[in-house]
């Protein structure tokens, strides 16, 4: 064979084999232990794939082919995530409509896919915006609706302005828009909310049930946002008088600081009940006017302090029975806690800042336990001073004390607190499913007058909305030719008459469709599961299949989604749990995260900085295995990795090694040497488990290790080759196929992993160095594990050692594991 390595000749060959021989087909019914390995699915965008989002997609691929070649039935499934403001964006500046131009990109995407030799069962194949697929998301919102778990709501939303729709506080990073960068606004609109609060705790809870990485758990958390406190409630007086007018409740997480409460500071929203007491009414609507303009991170981030004094009115400290001013103040929001504080300007931030604009007391009640005093505000835990009978106790224990004082005088309790809100279900926009509901005034007249027979809980809650019936899903995106966002708060589809005008389901009277459709994290949040049975017209999936199939063995993508996508999918998970529709608690069992790979230039790769590389360009030039393993070998991971050009050539070289090292292959059996054996077992055993532990740099540094082993031998029988064959395989499928296929029919990936010999495997070595009283005396190889026992009975054997120790007694032995053993002696 003295024909060249030439991967064009052989890639498509084996794609196309690949494809005809159902390869990597999953089977639904199988004996085999299933390995359900999944990609985060992309939105196919107008650039076209990226080598970034190769990275994820080849690492599944390695681990998918190697638990094949393992025996499992693999289900590596690929979709498509459509719906959404990209496309839309897309669509409207390329002039070209959003459906027209996601089949385009899908192509696209689905060709670059395949040239890489990627293993998906694209019998699978799914996209979220086909009426198909979209007729169970909203098959799924509807068992929502039907539960109570959506509400119509009026609240002002996050707006931005050059999206034109409202968004969900996961949208916000910062006070802009995710996407496009705009500075946020609130805007009062029309809108549908999801209750994900209600779900708050078992989220957080069943986290513990997940191999996820520490950073992604703790992301989770961070977003939840669990604080466990105290309610207290302080009574309001009139200025100077005993008669009390209410009382107002505050969340606080330092109960132990109350001593330190110098005013109260209540949420420009919640001031409307004090106002018939208050003195300078004018000033204070004014004031709490305007703060509802800015957005919250303006208001909890602003360094200036505002607010204004409610005159004529003061609070009680419960705790001293002090009086205390109260204030109207934009740092404090409305939707946390009670939406209003007790402050303590000596142990918090934002008090202190507050109390030094408007010159108020500044009261120290807990102090650093090392006693050194502290330049105020002191914020950690500490010891309590001036502070009565609790003086002396430390934080923590203040808090149970004064929790119990306040809950015995019924002034107080425990109480908690998620800072995750409910999510904004509605975009007004054109591109995404729309809601399954029509309002009907009839309806609504019958159950505001009482007659609630034959509503189910969603209609009652929301007196006027009745769910399309399920029957006549899919509710299907009218096609249109305008479908610009309109800016006013309402969706395009508003404007198509002829579309919204429709019958009442329940009661025939003329009514009106939603127009707002839903935001593009709805199709991604159950798409896993239709990858189980994606062609099912009679309900999502099979719970046969389900069952079978769930949960997903191993999810790889990007920290990006550690919040939003991996929240709002949990969360619909487990309400499908409670319905009963899916079998377990959590859908995702392993979470790995891919780290960004960033251009040669060390900058992210996009269009504006024109560094972006294409996947195809590498492949034309050195071909797919090459473009596979420089993937695999850029660096660890999970972490960022820049793309050097340089570098792909090195694997290009291994690769046309590899190739040549046929000509040395022979048929006839051949003992090898015991060196080439511990090579080849321990490269078994560090491919195998590398791959497990995402070390897939290292793993193809073993197997270079390998083939330079290899490349000295003169003759290298058959059964040894095709052991570096086939853990080559799941890195380079096409070169290692074509090799393997001059020896067998069957395809490499229905040949079995090969198992390493344990008798060949070394334990790794180091130097172990030993002292006597600190002084080092000898140092020799030994094994890495090596145990305290038999470090010190090696040392001892040693001649210079026992020198070294005559007419002394060892009193002690240090041990440093791989490292040292210390003797430490007496005369
Ligand atoms: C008194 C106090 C003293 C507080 C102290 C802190 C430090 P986390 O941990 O984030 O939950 N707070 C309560 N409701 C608020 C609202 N609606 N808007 C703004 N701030 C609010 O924070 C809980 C703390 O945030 C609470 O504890 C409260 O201030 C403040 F030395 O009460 B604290
Ligand atoms: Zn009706």
Redesign the pocket.
């Known amino acids: 064979m003295a024909v060249k390595y030439n991967p064009k000749k052989i890639e498509k060959k084996w794609q196309k084999f690949w494809e005809e021989k159902k390869i990597f087909k999953a089977s639904d019914i199988s004996k085999k232990k299933k390995f359900y390995v999944l990609d985060m699915f992309p939105y196919p965008s107008g650039a076209g794939l990226h080598v970034g989002h190769l990275r994820g997609y080849i690492a599944t691929d390695v681990i998918a082919k190697k638990r094949m070649m393992e025996g499992f039935n693999v289900l590596h499934p690929m979709g498509w995530d459509a719906f959404g403001l990209p496309a839309e964006n897309y669509a409207i500046s390329h002039k070209i409509h959003p459906e027209v131009a996601v089949k385009r990109n899908i192509k696209r995407f689905k060709k670059q896919i395949q040239n890489v030799g990627l293993g998906y069962d694209w019998s699978r194949e799914i996209n979220t915006t086909d009426p198909n697929y979209y007729k169970w998301t909203q098959w799924i919102f509807l068992q929502m609706f039907k539960r109570g778990l959506v509400l119509e709501s009026w609240e002002p939303v996050n707006w931005c302005p050059k999206c034109k729709t409202g968004l969900a506080n996961e949208d916000v990073e910062e006070g802009r828009c995710e996407r496009c960068g705009e500075k946020i606004e609130k805007k009062p609109l029309r809108q549908w909310i999801i209750k994900i609060t209600k779900y708050a705790e078992r989220l957080l809870s069943d986290l513990k049930l997940l191999d996820w990485e520490e950073e992604i758990i703790e992301q989770q958390k961070n977003w939840i946002?669990k604080?466990i406190?105290a309610e207290i409630k302080f009574k309001i007086f009139k200025e100077g008088e005993k008669k009390k007018l209410t009382q107002i409740t505050?969340?606080?997480?330092?109960l132990d600081?109350i001593f330190?409460?110098t005013f109260l500071a209540i949420?420009p929203e919640k001031v409307e009940p004090l106002l018939p007491w208050v003195l300078n009414r004018d000033k204070v609507k004014a004031y709490s006017k305007e703060a509802q303009r800015k957005s919250e991170i303006e208001r909890?981030e602003e360094k200036k302090k505002t607010g204004v004094k409610l005159k004529g009115i003061e609070a009680e400290n419960p705790f001293t029975g002090e009086r205390i001013p109260i204030f109207v103040a934009d740092?404090?929001?409305?939707?946390?806690?009670?939406?209003?504080?007790?402050?303590?300007p000596a142990?918090?931030e934002?008090?202190y800042e507050f109390a030094k604009k408007f010159s108020l007391e500044i009261k120290e009640v807990v102090r650093p336990r090392d006693k050194k005093e502290k330049s105020l505000?002191f914020?950690e835990d500490g010891i309590l001073i001036n502070s009565g009978k609790f003086s002396g106790l430390s934080s923590k224990e203040a808090r149970e004390e004064m929790l119990k004082w306040a809950r015995k005088r019924k002034i107080g309790k425990k109480a908690i607190?998620y800072?995750m809100r409910d999510w904004v279900f509605a975009r007004q926009r054109y591109w995404g499913e729309p809601i399954p509901l029509v309002f009907c005034e009839n309806c609504k007249k019958k159950i505001e007058a009482g007659r609630k027979k034959g509503f189910n809980k969603g209609e009652l809650l929301n007196p006027g909305w009745i769910a399309i019936p399920e029957k006549d899903l899919p509710v299907k995106l009218p096609k249109v030719k305008y479908y610009r966002p309109t800016g006013t708060g309402e969706s395009p589809l508003a404007n198509i008459k002829k579309w919204v005008k429709t019958k009442c389901p329940k009661c025939g009277s003329e009514a009106k469709r939603e127009t707002n459709t839903m935001p593009q994290w709805a199709g991604s949040c159950w798409y896993y599961l239709r990858y189980i049975d994606p062609k099912n017209d009679k309900a999502p999936f099979s719970k046969k299949k389900e069952k079978y199939w769930m949960p997903v063995d191993l999810y790889v993508g990007g920290a990006e989604h550690a919040t939003r996508h991996l929240l709002y999918a949990r969360f619909w998970h487990k309400f499908l749990y409670d319905i009963k529709v899916v079998s377990t608690k959590e859908p995702f069992k392993k979470l790995k995260h891919v780290g960004i790979i960033l251009a040669a230039d060390g900058r992210k790769m996009s269009k504006r900085w024109g560094n972006v590389v294409n996947p195809d360009d590498v492949v034309k030039e050195y071909g797919a295995d090459t473009l596979r393993l420089y993937e695999m070998f850029i660096g660890p991971f999970g972490e960022k990795a820049a793309w050097k050009p340089d570098a792909i050539i090195g694997m290009r070289r291994f690769l046309e090694k590899v190739w040549k090292l046929k000509e040395r292959v022979i048929k006839k059996e051949k003992e090898i040497s015991k060196d080439l054996k511990i090579i080849l077992h321990q490269t078994i055993k560090k491919v195998s488990e590398d791959i497990e532990e995402f070390k897939f740099n290292t793993a193809i540094s073993q197997l270079m290790i390998l083939l330079n082993a290899l490349e000295k031998e003169k003759e290298i029988p058959l059964n040894v080759y095709k052991i570096f064959l086939k853990l080559l395989a799941p890195f380079a499928p096409h070169i290692s196929e074509e090799l393997f296929s001059f020896y067998e029919k069957r395809s490499i990936f229905r040949s079995s992993w090969p198992q390493f010999d344990k008798r060949y495997i070394q334990a790794p070595k180091v130097l172990l160095i030993v002292q006597i009283d600190g002084k080092t005396r000898d140092k020799f190889e030994v094994e890495a594990g090596l145990s305290q026992e038999k470090a010190k009975a090696l040392a001892l054997s040693r001649e210079k050692i026992k020198k070294h120790l005559e007419g002394k007694k060892i009193i002690k032995v240090i041990f440093v594991q791989g490292k040292l053993i210390n003797f430490v002696t007496k005369k």
Do not use: E, N, Q, W
């Open positions: 946002g604080s406190g505050i969340f606080t997480t330092r600081t330190g409460c949420a909890s740092y404090v929001l409305p939707h946390y806690g009670s939406g209003a504080i007790m402050a303590v142990h918090d934002r008090d505000p914020v607190y800072k």
